[in-house]
């Protein structure tokens, strides 16, 4: 049999199909690149270019800059120029207040220790008009922070771009879509489009006018959001009650003036259809769920328990989607371990109404379900779960569903019971839908959720609004405008994350694995050499040894599983791949969070996301997708998340090991662009002390690492290809066979070792196939959680069975 643990599936909902396009376009800039580096020149024509003034090169086609800097401009914290990239100095007193402004507007670039970057685009501004702030506002606080006048070409951007955005929302009022504007001119000329008119439900001439929404950004009076910067460091020492922070979301003031609406009805059917009229005319509509007065849909009875408590970017996050007393529609974007679903569940606190949630696997459907449990008062049996393994409904009218996007979005065969499940997904109203690691999602597989799902409000949660291909802006228009994107390392100087230590370790190719990989050959082949060469075996042998000893728990990912298994069977560690059964994974994963002699696992590309392992505090990359930053991102998510983060002078590591003089080395730089970006510095090792007199490596003498280079050289081309992993990339086998059960003990090697060849079974052969996983399964200890998951798991099973 042929390994199988390749699944074909046509949806990668991961969408790392077009990273593989990218990647092949990659391997021809590096091979241009190669022949056309001169670093020194480059280096000598930056230094030029730079003249005396660390950022004033940025600026050189600028003509405001010959204008002049305002008299003050010391104490102004930013540039701006003609293009609206902005420069803010983080040095600044007025950091803070500036920082805050410019995130509600601008799209973050880059946030490195002193000076950040950010662009204002037509999408960040549409974020700014939709959560309250006009075209005036914006104008005016630029120009108060700048060291320069603000040009007019910036000024008529940004008027432009506000003038039409944020102008028109589409509301559900008690189930029925309407199109509302506080200014009845922007209907009239929608009504004027034939496509927009066709949609228009009532057949009356005017429009309707009600009493407008009480609007606000200081909807959390007391806080922080009313306060100002210094009043925000205070509070993420001080957080809120979340219970108030709802309350006050709820509360009305009558005292205020009533301002007016406008609005039409539009046919529920046609919203789709007008909304991307309305993209398409350039007057994109906001989305918002006034989630009070819907007296159709049943309240859920939801509250967070006393203990929980949001810390001040959750509040900040959640302000933007609640600021006007309805849910608005958007995207939350927070570092990895920083509480993304903290925050989805104060937002189902706040709405009250059925929710629904995506999870991009079933373990996070899982992770999710508790995570409800631990943070809010809801009754157990109102959440249910929709997986391949579970298919519940809740029994009364309003209860939350945990679902993957793969379940709701499948166009296979449905067995009776999950066709059931979705009949009743689509026949009732959801409050909010709340979209994890929404980023992953293409366009496609959403538009088929939003067909599925009838929801008043959507969010979004994410870490890193990245994809390798550029359908991250059809987020813009399915789900809504990005609410608020959080700074990592802020985050981790408050110790909300970990402090992360990086570094790119450079392995020399032996000579051996060298000549072979300057031969012509595939691409598969020489990238199957790179990852094999013994040196970085020895680097992640020794980088182990020495992490294990230093107390730390490790994962060592690897994309690729050829070199995942070989790696982890030879220095006799667990590892966990796409085809690795639920109920082995859950062991494995259980002993390294509680066996003391289980310190290292192995993990393939299915432990990139959501996977919840906060013993985790070193991690060593044998193997990555290219140069996928999103990957690097979410893999370094794993250890932000850190239990130890707190303890006095922790740092967690990660080391991303590369072949010297391969293309490894590319993809590697091409990877941290992003991290780098959020402020983190790369070391590069050159030399690992204390490596060169460790002599009880592997590969240690020359016939063992020959015996190695003929297994490569043996091994198929495939095998050098990275995992590829369908739909639920941590989640069923079902699900991850596109619903075909497969055979049991269906993934095996094929690739020969010499001894087998040879017909010789010696301790080399021994010592490959003795498997800490089968350890393991032996030796497994289980802890209360991991017990009731299985157990979990295995009643679903009996229910379903009936
Ligand atoms: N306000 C809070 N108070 C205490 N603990 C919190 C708070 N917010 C989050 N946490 C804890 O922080 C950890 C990480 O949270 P969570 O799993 O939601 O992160 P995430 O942002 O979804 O990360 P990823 O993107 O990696 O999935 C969890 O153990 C969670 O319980």
């Known amino acids: 049999m042929p390994p199988k643990r390749k699944a074909k599936e046509a949806v990668d909902s991961d969408g790392y199909d077009s990273q593989e396009e990218e990647a092949l376009s990659?391997?021809?800039?590096?091979?241009?690149?190669?022949?056309?580096?001169?670093?020194?020149?480059?280096?000598?024509?930056?230094?030029?270019?730079?003249?005396?003034?660390?950022?004033?090169?940025?600026?050189?086609?600028?003509?405001?800059?010959?204008?002049?800097?305002?008299?003050?401009?010391?104490?102004?914290?930013?540039?701006?120029?003609?293009?609206?990239?902005?420069?803010?100095?983080?040095?600044?007193?007025?950091?803070?207040?500036?920082?805050?402004?410019?995130i509600n507007i601008a799209e973050p670039q880059s946030r490195v220790s002193k000076m950040h970057e950010y662009s204002l685009t037509t999408h960040s501004l549409f974020a700014a008009v939709s959560v309250g702030h006009s075209s005036k506002e914006i104008i005016d606080k630029l120009e108060q922070f700048s060291k320069i006048p603000l040009s007019p070409s910036v000024i008529a951007f940004i008027e432009k771009s506000t003038s039409s955005f944020g102008k028109a929302k589409i509301v559900l009022k008690k189930t029925l879509s309407y199109i509302e504007s506080d200014d009845p001119a922007i209907l009239e000329r929608?009504?004027?489009?034939?496509?927009?008119?066709?949609?228009?439900?009532?057949?009356?001439?005017?429009?309707?006018?009600?009493?407008?929404?009480?609007?606000?950004?200081?909807?959390?009076?007391?806080?922080?959001?009313?306060?100002?910067?210094?009043?925000?460091?205070?509070?993420?020492?001080?957080?809120?009650?979340?219970?108030?922070?709802?309350?006050?979301?709820?509360d009305e003031d009558d005292d205020e003036e009533v301002a007016q609406v406008h609005s039409f009805q539009i046919k529920s059917e046609e919203r789709e259809r007008v909304v991307k009229q309305c993209q398409d005319i350039g007057l994109p509509l906001t989305e918002e769920y006034d989630f009070n007065n819907d007296e159709v849909n049943a309240n859920l009875d939801i509250d967070l328990k006393?203990?929980?408590?949001?810390?001040?970017?959750?509040?900040?996050?959640?302000?933007?989607?609640?600021?006007?007393?309805?849910?608005?529609?958007?995207?939350?974007?927070?570092?990895?371990?920083?509480?993304?679903?903290?925050?989805?569940?104060?937002?189902?606190?706040?709405?009250?109404?059925?929710v629904i949630v995506l999870c991009t696997s079933a373990m996070s459907v899982v992770q999710w379900r508790a995570e409800f449990l631990k943070w809010?008062?809801?009754?157990?049996?109102?959440?249910?779960?929709?997986?391949?393994?579970?298919?519940?409904?809740?029994?009364?009218?309003?209860?939350?569903?945990?679902?993957?996007?793969?379940?709701i979005t499948s166009t296979r065969n449905r067995s009776y019971d999950s066709e059931k499940v979705m009949e009743f997904l689509r026949s009732r109203e959801w409050g909010l839908l709340i979209a994890d690691?929404?980023?992953?999602?293409?366009?496609?597989?959403?538009?088929?959720?939003?067909?599925?799902?009838?929801?008043?409000?959507?969010?979004?949660?994410?870490?890193?609004?990245?994809?390798?291909?550029?359908?991250?802006?059809?987020?813009?228009?399915?789900?809504?405008?990005?609410?608020?994107?959080?700074?990592?390392?802020?985050?981790?100087?408050?110790?909300?994350?970990?402090?992360?230590?990086?570094?790119?370790?450079?392995?020399?190719?032996?000579?051996?694995f060298y000549s072979e990989w300057l031969k012509p050959s595939t691409v598969q082949k020489r990238a199957l050499l790179a990852i094999m060469n013994p040196r970085k075996f020895q680097a992640c042998q020794f980088l182990i040894d020495y992490h294990e000893r230093r107390g730390d728990k490790i994962i060592v990912f690897s994309d690729n599983v050829y070199a995942l298994e070989k790696y982890a069977k030879k220095l006799n560690k667990a590892y966990i791949y796409g085809d690795t059964p639920q109920a082995e994974r859950l062991r494995i994963l259980e002993n390294f969070q509680h066996n003391d002699q289980v310190n290292t696992i192995f993990l393939s590309k299915i432990g990139d996301t959501s996977l919840d392992l906060p013993e985790a505090t070193c991690l060593i990359q044998i193997s990555s997708h290219y140069g996928s930053r999103r990957q690097e991102a979410q893999r370094l998510g794993r250890i932000l998340r850190a239990k130890r983060r707190n303890d006095e002078g922790f740092n967690a590591f990660f080391y991303s090991l590369v072949s010297k003089d391969t293309d490894e080395m590319y993809y590697s730089s091409k990877r941290q662009a992003f991290l780098v970006d959020q402020g983190y510095a790369f070391k590069v090792i050159t030399r690992l002390e204390g490596l060169e007199k460790c002599n009880d490596l592997a590969f240690y003498t020359p016939n063992e690492r020959k015996e190695l280079l003929i297994d490569v050289l043996l091994a198929k081309d495939t095998e050098g290809d990275t995992e590829k992993i369908a739909g639920d990339m941590f989640g069923s086998r079902f699900a991850s066979t596109g619903g075909k059960a497969r055979k049991k003990n269906g993934a095996r090697r094929t690739a020969g070792t010499l001894s087998e060849l040879s017909g010789g079974q010696d301790m080399a052969y021994i010592e490959y196939n003795k498997s800490r996983n089968k350890e393991l399964k032996q030796k497994g200890i289980k802890n209360n959680f991991i017990r009731k998951l299985q157990q979990k798991s295995v009643n679903a099973k009996k229910a379903a069975r009936g």
Not at 191 to 198: F, P, Q, T
Not at 322 to 348: D, E, M, Q, W, Y
């Open 306 to 354: 006393p203990h929980a408590q949001i810390r001040y970017y959750q509040e900040k996050a959640l302000s933007k989607m609640f600021s006007n007393s309805r849910a608005r529609s958007g995207i939350i974007v927070l570092p990895c371990g920083a509480g993304k679903t903290l925050v989805g569940i104060t937002a189902a606190c706040g709405v009250k109404k059925s």
């Open 26 to 102: 990659d391997r021809e800039t590096f091979d241009s690149l190669r022949e056309s580096f001169d670093v020194k020149a480059m280096a000598k024509e930056a230094r030029a270019a730079r003249g005396s003034n660390a950022a004033s090169f940025l600026f050189k086609k600028c003509d405001q800059f010959d204008v002049g800097l305002k008299k003050d401009h010391a104490s102004r914290p930013l540039w701006i120029d003609d293009a609206g990239r902005i420069i803010l100095e983080s040095f600044s007193p007025l950091f803070d207040e500036a920082q805050d402004f410019l």
């Open 190 to 250: 929608l009504l004027k489009d034939s496509v927009i008119a066709e949609c228009r439900a009532d057949t009356t001439v005017g429009l309707i006018k009600e009493a407008a929404p009480k609007i606000g950004a200081m909807a959390i009076p007391g806080t922080k959001m009313a306060a100002g910067a210094n009043q925000i460091a205070h509070s993420s020492l001080d957080p809120q009650k979340p219970s108030e922070m709802i309350a006050t979301l709820r």
């Open 437 to 512: 690691e929404v980023h992953v999602v293409p366009a496609n597989i959403f538009k088929k959720v939003t067909y599925s799902i009838a929801s008043h409000s959507k969010l979004g949660l994410t870490a890193t609004l990245l994809r390798e291909d550029d359908k991250i802006e059809d987020l813009n228009f399915l789900i809504g405008p990005k609410l608020y994107e959080a700074n990592w390392q802020e985050l981790s100087e408050q110790g909300h994350i970990a402090k992360v230590q990086c570094a790119e370790v450079w392995c020399q190719m032996t000579p051996e």
């Open 376 to 407: 809010s008062n809801i009754n157990a049996e109102d959440i249910a779960v929709f997986t391949s393994e579970s298919k519940n409904r809740f029994p009364r009218n309003a209860g939350i569903i945990i679902s993957t996007y793969t379940m």
